[in-house]
């Protein structure tokens, strides 16, 4: 600021300083001025388009990340398992989880000749191969004829008899299976709509 | 305040990716019977069986069937792969529409050493002889097998009393009647060549 003395620099500078004082109509005529003008008004789309400006933080994005990949990994899971129980071949070939649980279920008697036996149980994949149901533990019918008639789904099933809760039997009047992975084979029993096939 | 809200959704994630990793490993519930390393191994299977629309069912059932015969958790896991096997190649044979009745007894079948031909053998006899479902022949030729009578002889029995339209009840009595035979000391192949041929020759009544 060569050749402006300070003495007029500092009084420019003290006059700036001094507050401004508008009178209360000044701010009430800017008001109503402003009010009269249109509107702006942002439609949806108006704001969707509009380019915007997004501060990501690392930490919340990585979260965000996360959660989503763990719902579409849920989302997966769940529609895999529906898929398989709806698709599992055609629409009545679902798991049993589902609706061959709920197959209508017909009586079906299991008879056993065990004169030793003191119990005598029948386990199949029609209960889980659970020797505790009552509704499968057959009775002594007298001269070592042990039966039970109890209802079981429409379909292929196997089964055998558990005879005091250690050994397991096969029904030697049933068509038997093969199927000795675990030591001896099982029978088979084909349910059909109130047709008993064994 | 910021740190607490990382903390919370942290915390979010965890849980999240928590019930996911449960329900893979879990599956099904009645699986809860065995160790967890059985589980897993089953649990994968079973995955594969979903992925190949193959039924699961009859996977988890063969696995609770050994988990109550006390068997061990490898041979359970070497069953359950035997058994997903058998069925792939069953529904291969009996093709996409097999129900899971007749994907069941096809594995069987196949168990008991059927050869896969065999089973689409009969999936085409029995259709052009009007019979919907497969599963009860399918029952009777495992069962001829498990008797003594040789695969060859069993697989030719069943597709004769099929081609000749033998109803359920007539495989019933057919299979019974074999049965008492064998019994009473009839050789196996013998019993089943003859009442079969006197099923067919009574026009699809077995005798």
């Known amino acids: 600021m060569r050749g402006i003395p300070e003495s007029w620099i500092q009084r420019v500078v003290a006059e700036l300083r001094r507050p401004v004082r508008f009178d209360e109509e000044f701010d009430r005529n800017v008001m109503t001025a402003v009010r009269s003008m249109p509107r702006h008004r942002y439609r949806a789309w108006t704001r969707v388009l509009r380019p915007r400006t997004i501060t990501i933080r690392p930490l919340i994005s990585a979260v965000a990340a996360v959660l989503l990949l763990a719902i579409t990994l849920s989302l997966g899971h769940a529609i895999g398992t529906r898929r398989a129980s709806v698709a599992s071949g055609s629409g009545d070939t679902t798991d049993r989880g589902g609706s061959l649980r709920s197959r209508p279920k017909h009586p079906v008697q299991f008879v056993l000749v065990a004169p030793t036996a003191r119990k005598v149980q029948v386990v199949g994949d029609f ?17 070592g004829v042990w039966s039970v008639t109890a209802a079981v789904p429409e379909g292929h099933h196997r089964y055998s008899f558990v005879v005091d809760d250690s050994v397991w039997v096969a029904d030697p009047t049933a068509p038997r299976l093969l199927d000795d992975d675990f030591g001896m084979p099982n029978s088979a029993l084909v349910v059909e709509g109130g047709d008993l096939t064994r | 305040m910021r740190a607490g809200r990382s ?49 699961t069912e009859p996977l988890i059932d063969k696995a609770l069937e ?86 060859g002889v069993a697989s030719d029995v069943v597709l004769s009393l099929a ?11 057919f299979q019974r009647n074999v049965r008492l035979d064998i019994e009473h000391g009839a050789d196996a192949a013998t019993a089943a060549q003859t009442r079969a041929r006197g099923a067919v020759l009574h026009g699809g009544r077995a005798t």
């Open chain 1, 127 to 143: 209960n889980d191969w659970d020797a505790s149901h009552a509704e499968y533990s057959a009775q002594h019918r007298g001269g």
């Open chain 2, 7 to 55: 903390v919370v959704g942290a915390w979010c994630v965890a849980l999240s990716l928590a019930q996911v990793a449960r329900a893979q490993l879990r599956g099904d519930g009645r699986l809860a019977k065995l160790d967890s390393t059985t589980r897993v191994a089953v649990n994968v299977v079973v995955d594969s069986a979903r992925k190949a629309r193959l039924p």
């Open chain 2, 66 to 151: 050994g988990a109550k015969r006390g068997a061990s958790g490898e041979r359970i896991v070497t069953a359950v792969r035997g058994l997903f096997a058998d069925l792939r190649t069953a529904r291969s044979a009996l093709g996409p529409s097999a129900s899971i009745d007749e994907l069941n007894a096809g594995a069987n079948a196949l168990h008991a050493g059927l050869p896969m031909r065999n089973l689409a053998q009969l999936r085409t006899v029995s259709q052009h002889a009007g019979r919907a479902h497969v599963t009860l022949p399918l029952t009777v030729a495992t069962d001829l097998v498990s008797r003594g009578v040789p695969v």
């Open chain 2, 163 to 173: 081609r000749a339209g033998l109803r359920d009840a007539d495989f019933t009595m």
